[in-house]
């Protein structure tokens, strides 16, 4: 079985940075891409940021030049710093991780259940 748990999320002015984690535990033979997404209220989720198993990103436009996503390889473990926050990062922030569990098994897609980001204007 494989869980993803997400942390690092609280309540924080605007201009200030938090930096979520998200640590993969189980049975974990390889992990490909790993997400970010969030959820304003009355909103559908969001992609936020991705990268890729080869160490390509990409970013939603809002938050470009602010988040940076970033993983460690050997604790199994994604990060999404963010800086600059502003009110409209608001949101429920969820992970996703492409993961394969051993050769006999295909990359399924893995979520956590997220974790709250709240910034004061």
């Known amino acids: 079985q494989v869980q993803l748990v997400e942390s690092g999320g609280g309540l924080v002015q605007a201009g200030g940075s938090l930096r979520l984690s998200c640590a993969a535990s189980?049975?974990?033979?390889?992990?490909?891409?790993l997400d970010w997404y969030r959820q304003a209220p009355g909103k559908q989720r969001e992609l936020v940021a991705g990268l890729t198993s080869d160490g390509n990103t990409n970013y939603a436009d809002p938050v470009q030049g602010r988040f940076t996503i970033s993983r460690d390889g050997a604790t199994n473990t994604g990060f999404l710093q963010m800086n600059s926050l502003k009110s409209e990062d608001t949101g429920f922030y969820y992970c996703?991780?492409?993961?394969?569990?051993?050769?006999?098994?295909?990359?399924?897609?893995?979520w956590g259940p997220g974790t709250q980001v709240t910034v004061s204007s």
């Open positions: 189980g049975t974990i033979f390889s992990i490909a891409n």
């Open positions: 996703n991780m492409q993961i394969r569990r051993s050769t006999a098994y295909s990359f399924r897609s893995y």
